[in-house]
């Protein structure tokens, strides 16, 4: 065994670093207004306490009413957009390997969004409109719980036709080697999201999806499941995976059993099987992996320490395609994606410190 440590060692060496615009990211760029809140304003609105929702009517005076009581945090937000900002962070140099685009306004907020990227090291790409505003989310917390509100707006404008399809956009998807996409964009341009999972499929790249929230799985089934024999990797955490499964008519509740039964669900590519993974909190991730499911425990955590859980499940997305974009082993995007998860949830919003320490 000792004569092959040198070749192992020398692998190690060669290894190349992923090139700019290797990760390719879209879906719906929100300024997360983040606060602690209480119990009344979550009752006032009709709000669950750990949950994600889009804004309707009611919700309106939401937004200016959080501003107004309490003390109020911005982020650059939006699923997606934090998942390669963390991608991006976790990879370090070189800068840019993570592409995003989606649709902002031509505002205060949206400029906002444009800095945050360029600090983050992001290549955004963003379709600006100065019909709608641009998308905001708010993140009211209680406790260690989160309920989310997005406010699409402008995230809600993206048009295929005036974006993606320009030749210098779609040359960042000829680029990239890996592609990542929020189920909530589904919401949005499912049509854009169809063409890049069918691009990825005939150049046998990888496509990952996310069921982001239980409303997609409910209310955007058939667009989902035009999406679904694309996707090499399905992201969801257990309650996403539940509705999931309830809504496919799996008729289990047992999340290795969901997960088996949604790796073999249709796929186009078949040079790769789907890899599903469901991360569930404080408890062990589940994975598939071959015809095997694989239990990952995440990284023990003191309660104390816990400061804002919103934002985890992106983190821990973005951690995974950090070594995915160096075609790293399943485990090590898993680890990778429970150290990222494990820092994020110690900080307020999707933020992170100056450098990683993962080794």
Same mark, same amino acid.
């Given at each position: 065994?000792?004569?092959?440590?040198?070749?192992?060692?020398?692998?190690?060496?060669?290894?190349?670093?992923?090139?700019?615009?290797?990760?390719?990211?879209?879906?719906?760029?929100?300024?997360?207004?983040?606060?602690?809140?209480?119990?009344?304003?979550?009752?006032?609105?009709?709000?669950?306490?750990?949950?994600?929702?889009?804004?309707?009517?009611?919700?309106? /005076?939401?937004?200016?009413?959080? #501003?107004? !009581?309490? *003390? %109020?945090? =911005?982020? $650059? +937000?939006?699923?997606?957009?934090? &998942?390669?900002?963390?991608?991006?962070?976790?990879?370090?140099?070189?800068?840019?390997?993570?592409?995003?685009?989606?649709?902002?306004?031509?505002?205060?907020?949206?400029?906002?969004?444009?800095?945050?990227?360029?600090?983050?090291?992001?290549?955004?790409?963003?379709?600006?409109?100065?019909?709608?505003?641009?998308?905001?989310?708010?993140?009211?917390?209680?406790?260690?719980?989160?309920?989310?509100?997005?406010?699409?707006?402008?995230?809600?404008?993206?048009?295929?036709?005036?974006?993606?399809?320009? /030749?210098?956009?779609?040359?960042? #998807?000829? !680029?990239? *080697? %890996?592609? =990542?996409? $929020? +189920?909530?964009?589904?919401?949005? &341009?499912?049509?854009?999201?169809?063409?890049?999972?069918?691009?990825?499929?005939?150049?046998?790249?990888?496509?990952?999806?996310?069921?982001?929230?239980?409303?997609?799985?409910?209310?955007?089934?058939?667009?989902?499941?035009?999406?679904?024999?694309?996707?090499?990797?399905?992201?969801?955490?257990?309650?996403?995976?539940?509705?999931?499964?309830?809504?496919?008519?799996?008729?289990?509740?047992?999340?290795?059993?969901?997960?088996?039964?949604?790796?073999?669900?249709?796929?186009?590519?078949?040079?790769?099987?789907?890899?599903?993974?469901?991360?569930?909190?404080?408890?062990?991730?589940?994975?598939?992996?071959?015809?095997?499911?694989?239990?990952?425990?995440?990284?023990?955590?003191?309660?104390?320490?816990?400061?804002?859980?919103?934002?985890?499940?992106?983190?821990?997305?973005?951690?995974?395609?950090?070594?995915?974009?160096?075609?790293?082993?399943?485990?090590?995007?898993?680890?990778?994606?429970?150290?990222?998860?494990?820092?994020?949830?110690?900080?307020?919003?999707?933020?992170?410190?100056?450098?990683?320490?993962?080794?």
């Amino acid at each position: 065994m000792a004569a092959d440590e040198p070749q192992a060692k020398k692998l190690k060496l060669e290894e190349k670093e992923p090139s700019q615009n290797a990760l390719f990211g879209m879906g719906n760029p929100l300024l997360d207004i983040s606060a602690v809140v209480d119990k009344d304003l979550l009752d006032k609105y009709g709000l669950k306490p750990n949950d994600q929702i889009l804004a309707e009517e009611k919700h309106k /005076e939401l937004f200016e009413e959080i #501003v107004k !009581k309490f *003390k %109020v945090e =911005y982020h $650059a +937000g939006g699923s997606t957009q934090n &998942s390669v900002k963390i991608a991006q962070w976790m990879i370090q140099q070189p800068h840019k390997v993570s592409t995003f685009l989606g649709c902002i306004g031509t505002d205060k907020f949206g400029g906002i969004l444009k800095k945050k990227a360029e600090e983050a090291h992001v290549d955004a790409h963003y379709y600006e409109q100065s019909e709608e505003p641009t998308g905001t989310c708010a993140a009211c917390i209680t406790g260690d719980n989160r309920s989310l509100v997005a406010n699409l707006a402008a995230a809600n404008c993206y048009k295929k036709e005036k974006h993606l399809d320009l /030749e210098e956009n779609w040359k960042l #998807v000829e !680029k990239a *080697k %890996v592609f =990542y996409i $929020a +189920g909530f964009f589904i919401t949005v &341009s499912p049509e854009s999201i169809l063409k890049v999972a069918k691009h990825a499929s005939e150049h046998n790249k990888v496509f990952g999806l996310n069921l982001s929230a239980p409303f997609v799985s409910q209310f955007f089934k058939e667009p989902m499941m035009k999406v679904m024999p694309y996707v090499d990797i399905l992201f969801g955490n257990e309650t996403e995976a539940a509705t999931f499964a309830r809504e496919q008519g799996f008729e289990t509740e047992d999340i290795k059993e969901i997960a088996k039964r949604t790796q073999s669900l249709p796929k186009v590519n078949k040079k790769r099987q789907r890899i599903v993974v469901f991360t569930q909190g404080k408890d062990g991730t589940v994975v598939t992996n071959g015809n095997e499911v694989m239990v990952f425990p995440v990284l023990d955590i003191d309660q104390s320490e816990i400061v804002d859980t919103n934002g985890a499940g992106d983190a821990f997305v973005g951690g995974f395609l950090s070594q995915l974009v160096y075609d790293r082993p399943l485990e090590e995007c898993i680890r990778a994606g429970h150290y990222s998860a494990n820092v994020i949830i110690r900080r307020a919003g999707c933020t992170f410190p100056e450098k990683p320490d993962f080794h």
